[in-house]
């Protein structure tokens, strides 16, 4: 997750763990029993185009990772 605005929050798609089970059973990826890792925007890139892949390896080399 990560945060768009002040408390409100996107699903990024970085982080699932479930029981593949109970997901075929419900269709759901969260109930109420799940929690949430929340993830600075500069790391939670969406890559769909080649550009963004060059985006990404900028902020990478200016954060030294």
Same mark, same amino acid.
């Given at each position: 997750?990560?945060? +768009?605005?002040? %408390?409100?929050?996107?699903?990024? =798609?970085?982080?699932?763990?479930?029981?593949?089970?109970?997901? =075929?059973?419900? =269709?759901? *990826?969260? #109930?109420? %029993?799940?929690? +949430?890792?929340?993830?600075?925007?500069?790391?939670? *890139? #969406? +890559?769909?185009?080649? #550009? #963004?892949?060059?985006?990404?390896?900028?902020?990478?080399?200016?954060?030294? *990772?």
């Amino acid at each position: 997750m990560r945060e +768009i605005h002040n %408390n409100h929050w996107a699903i990024n =798609g970085a982080i699932y763990i479930f029981q593949a089970d109970e997901f =075929g059973r419900s =269709g759901k *990826l969260y #109930d109420e %029993n799940s929690a +949430i890792h929340v993830m600075p925007n500069w790391r939670s *890139l #969406d +890559i769909d185009y080649e #550009d #963004d892949v060059f985006i990404a390896m900028a902020i990478a080399k200016a954060r030294d *990772l």
